[in-house]
């Protein structure tokens, strides 16, 4: 129905940048919010931001002002544009797609993950 694969994770020090990506491809007309989650080990995964069809964007407070997170509709494409990194933003970061099945009833697509490494 709907893939999701993330990309663009990889070893940044602190106070660098990482920009991530999220390739959704199959049934996407019923999607509404796109979201990134992370997961640190020993941690729940926890919402990081995120944002509507019409571009409305929300983030976790750990992310405000750091983060931002965007969508290209016409490349099927999500981001997560992150700057300022920390060590505790260390987790595997998660791409999701919540995508209406009948009426109000939702169903929520995860990708595979993509780890994002900050050293001190």
């Known amino acids: 129905q709907v893939q999701l694969v993330e990309s663009g994770g990889g070893l940044v020090q602190a106070g660098g940048s990482l920009r991530l990506s999220c390739a959704a491809s199959?049934?996407?007309?019923?999607?509404?919010?796109m979201a990134w989650y992370r997961q640190a080990p020993g941690k729940q995964r926890e919402v990081v931001a995120h944002?509507?069809?019409?571009?409305?964007?929300n983030y976790a407070d750990s992310a405000k002002g750091r983060f931002t997170i965007s969508r290209d509709n016409s490349k099927n494409t999500l981001f997560l544009q992150m700057s300022s990194l920390k060590p505790e933003d260390t987790a595997v970061y998660y791409c999701?797609?919540?995508?209406?099945?009948?009426?109000?009833?939702?169903?929520?697509?995860w990708g595979q993950g993509t780890q994002v490494t900050v050293s001190s």
């Open positions: 999701a797609a919540i995508s209406t099945v009948v009426g109000t009833t939702f169903q929520t697509y």
């Open positions: 199959g049934t996407l007309d019923r999607i509404s919010t």
């Open positions: 944002i509507g069809s019409g571009g409305m964007a």
